[in-house]
Nanobody
């Protein structure tokens, strides 16, 4: 069982920046894949970025160059640095980690970008 606790969401003006955090209760040595998803108003949950263990991070086209995943292995924490935010980035952001074949989700954190 892995628990993920997210933080860092909030209200920001277009062009601003936010950093989301996802703290895991398990060591990253046991995590196969980690990533971020989002669900905008009236939309389905969608992938934002995915980072497999030892592999190349994949970003969806509309966040490339603006969003960056990073980790602090000592703190078992994953981050999503978001810059040049746009109103269309408004969504609830979720972190997800795969341990073996089982996926675990964070509780979600709201990001609202005003125009």
């Amino acid at each position: 069982q892995v628990q993920l606790v997210e933080s860092g969401g909030g209200l920001v003006q277009a062009g601003g920046s936010l950093r989301l955090s996802c703290a895991a209760s398990a060591t990253f040595l046991s995590i196969n894949v980690m990533g971020w998803y989002r669900q905008g108003p009236g939309k389905e949950r969608e992938l934002v970025a995915r980072m497999p263990s030892g592999g190349r991070t994949i970003y969806v086209e509309y966040v490339k160059g603006r969003f960056t995943i990073s980790t602090d292995d000592a703190k078992n924490t994953m981050y999503l640095q978001m810059k040049n935010l746009k109103p269309e980035d408004t969504a609830v952001y979720y972190c997800k980690m795969l341990l073996g074949m089982r996926g675990y989700w964070g509780q979600g954190t709201q990001v609202t970008v005003s125009s």
